[in-house]
């Protein structure tokens, strides 16, 4: 991916030593031999604590503002800033590759989109998408430098948590085609209003390619806001998505069924029948988005559409794990627990309702706070009864502080538990499971987590089968 003259020559260094790269990595946990190690500087910790390790793990170079002492033989690269040096290195990736870029960004279900276009390219040709969620200030670049010359396909990945980010993210990626998801009220105790998000997830169009194509969500919030920023960018084209006529990507039905769900669409006037192996109909609108970006990036889209039958959800995404109590009894888990926001909660809430199992079961919710939502935080976790109950859901578990809200209003009989540690909680779910529990498992993360507080009570549910199985 990378070797010693193309550094040499992007940083104007004079390292002796021949070497070549075959990838980037920012943690010595997960590094693997002959990669370059990025030493950033974290809030906790500083990555030039950690360079003499990334030597012995058999890293090819460190990028670093300092030389560290101890690894005198270890090409070091030295950089005023090291985070500078990584979109260095982004942008050297981006100018050297013809690849097909397409930026991915929106309010929810953008890794999911992300992981599936992947899924359905990467059946076609090179593909390269952002690993797992590396879609912040560090995360993006990151991703961006890892694109392989020879790649026919990217898709990158951009969050958010304040104005003006995706603006940098995007001029950085330089994609062919922009999509924004949907507009929902995440990040609202941030930015004030669903218009700010809105005008904040529009920034991606700044960065399009001259004659590119922007693809929006007509059936979203605040879709005239998308409308006039597409219109005053540099696309060529603009494509929108939908259900009403003014869609050229369009849902026209979506049959359901218990364990998979019928898509009829015209996209760009290509009229598509397939599958989908996954619950809830924001997967139905999610499939549209994902093949509007194949079509746009001028792959198959019947061929993706086909494919898309095999796609499964991300872990903490939906992803459904039976778990075998015996040979014959066996109880589900939804996981949910990456992240969560008021409307992701009610897609959520659908799947557990349509979800079953042979004879009688119990539907459960095991939920945790909400995140940024600002000052409609009590009322968004209060407002979760109404979508619990017309959901026939069974019984409700919470955790944390802003859940206990929901805790107030549900009717006792709903009511299985409430803990503010998501651990012990697990602890007594797990004494209560029984054949035929169907859980779903959902809160936000907290932080740079790497997984939400939520994922303890899936990894607990998920470890039955070995205590009892």
Known sequence: MWNANEINSLFNAKLPQ???????????????PQEIYVA?????????????????????????????????????IVVPDVLEGLRQLANAARSRTSAKIAGITGSVGKTSTKEALN????????????????NNHWGLPLALALLPEDAVYGILEMGMNNKGEISGHTHLVKPHVAYITNIESIHIGKLGSQEA?????????????PGGIAIINMDTNQPEILEAAAQNSNAGEIWRIGTGKNANVR???????????????????????????????????NSLGIL??????????????????????????????NVKLSEDQELIVIDESYNAGPVSMRAAFEVLRKTSLNGKCRRIAVLGDMLELGDSEKEEHQNLKDYILSNQIDLVFTSGERMSELAKVLPPEKQGGHMDDPKSLAEKICEQAKP????????????????????????????????LG
């Not at 030039?48 to 090409?75: I, N, R, T, Y």
Request: aromatic fraction near 6%; glycine fraction near 8%; hydrophobic fraction near 40%.
């Open 18 to 32: 021949e070497w070549q790269a075959k990838g980037i990595s920012i943690d010595t946990r997960t590094l693997q």
């Open 40 to 76: 950033l500087k974290g809030l906790k910790q500083d990555g030039h604590d950690h360079v003499v390790a990334a030597a012995k793990a058999g890293a090819s170079a460190a990028l670093v503002d300092h030389l560290v002492p101890g690894v005198s033989d270890f090409p070091q």
């Open 119 to 134: 899924f359905v390219l990467s059946d076609q040709a090179l593909t390269h998408a952002t690993p797992r969620s590396f």
């Open 197 to 209: 998000i809105a005008q904040a997830k529009t920034e991606i169009f700044e960065g399009l390619q």
């Open 251 to 285: 849902l026209y039905e979506c049959e359901e069924f218990s364990d998979h769900q019928i898509i009829h669409a015209d996209i760009c006037g290509e009229k598509l029948t397939y599958r989908l192996n996954l619950a809830g109909s924001h997967w139905a609108m």
């Open 292 to 321: 509007a970006v194949v079509n746009a990036l001028g792959a198959n889209t019947a061929q993706a559409a086909a494919r898309l039958e095999d796609f499964k959800a991300v872990a903490g995404r939906g992803q459904i794990h």
């Open 436 to 467: 035929g529990d169907i859980y779903m498992v959902k809160g936000s993360r907290g932080g740079y987590q790497a997984q939400g507080r939520m994922h303890a009570v899936v990894e607990s549910l998920l470890k039955l089968d070995q205590k």
